[in-house]
């Protein structure tokens, strides 16, 4: 089992900047690819940026490339996601998700962590 902790989100106006966290624990391993997902207000969860490995060419859905930086530091067990530039339309609970690399579908995720862009 792999238990996921997010953190970092708040509010902000529109063009300000947060950096969300994941802390990873439990049957962690850096063979998890990892991502970051979001869900709007009446809408469904979209994927925003993924990564499998340190030196991997990330992810990121086009409403979000140029504005957000995914990394991720296995030393530490920790994702992050970088979002400057920040628009109302960003609002949303952003979630962190984990599988293995063998598996196709995300099998862990946090419990979300709030983020809201004014205008």
């Known amino acids: 089992q792999v238990q996921l902790v997010e953190s970092g989100g708040g509010s902000v106006q529109a063009g300000g900047s947060l950096r969300l966290s994941c802390a990873a624990s439990?049957?962690?391993?850096?063979?998890?690819?990892m991502a970051w997902f979001r869900q709007a207000p009446g809408k469904e969860r979209e994927f925003v940026a993924g990564?499998?490995?340190?030196?991997?060419?990330?992810n990121y859905v086009d409403s979000v490339k140029g504005r957000f930086t995914i990394s991720r530091d296995d030393a530490k067990n920790t994702m992050y996601l970088q979002m400057n530039s920040l628009k109302p339309e960003d609002t949303a609970v952003y979630y962190c998700?984990?599988?293995?690399?063998?598996?196709?579908?995300?099998?862990?995720w946090g419990q979300g962590t709030q983020v809201t862009v004014s205008s």
């Open positions: 439990g049957r962690t391993s850096s063979n998890s690819a």
């Open positions: 998700a984990a599988r293995p690399r063998t598996v196709p579908m995300y099998t862990y």
């Open positions: 990564i499998r490995w340190i030196g991997d060419a990330p």
